[in-house]
């Protein structure tokens, strides 16, 4: 079955940096664009970034362009997240998502923790 593990959460300083890892199984993942959602307590959940199946193309939410890092090796089936500059307003979960189009469904990863916090 599809599975997605997220880890790299933690707590950090605002200014400093995080890299987030997704792990992914159960699928052809080189062929599916990947996704990382963040939801921030009481908050509504938010597209963070989004790369193509290649890694060729990306794209990034405003609040985060400029500081964020979607990257991925279909080698390993893993995809990133590097963040830096962090401030406290990107504390959140964050999600690794999937929409399988061959199946009509899409997946979510239970998520990692990010403060952002002095």
């Known amino acids: 079955q599809v599975q997605l593990v997220e880890s790299g959460g933690g707590l950090v300083q605002p200014g400093g940096s995080l890299r987030l890892s997704c792990a992914a199984s159960g699928f052809i993942f080189r062929i599916y664009a990947m996704r990382w959602y963040r939801q921030a307590l009481e908050k509504e959940r938010e597209l963070v970034a989004t790369i193509s199946s290649a890694g060729g193309s990306t794209n990034y939410a405003d609040s985060v362009k400029g500081r964020f890092t979607i990257s991925r090796d279909n080698a390993k089936n893993m995809v990133y997240l590097q963040m830096n500059s962090l401030k406290p307003e990107d504390t959140a979960v964050y999600y690794c998502?999937?929409?399988?189009?061959?199946?009509?469904?899409?997946?979510w990863g239970r998520g990692t923790q990010v403060t952002v916090s002095s």
């Open positions: 998502y999937v929409y399988i189009t061959n199946r009509g469904y899409e997946y």
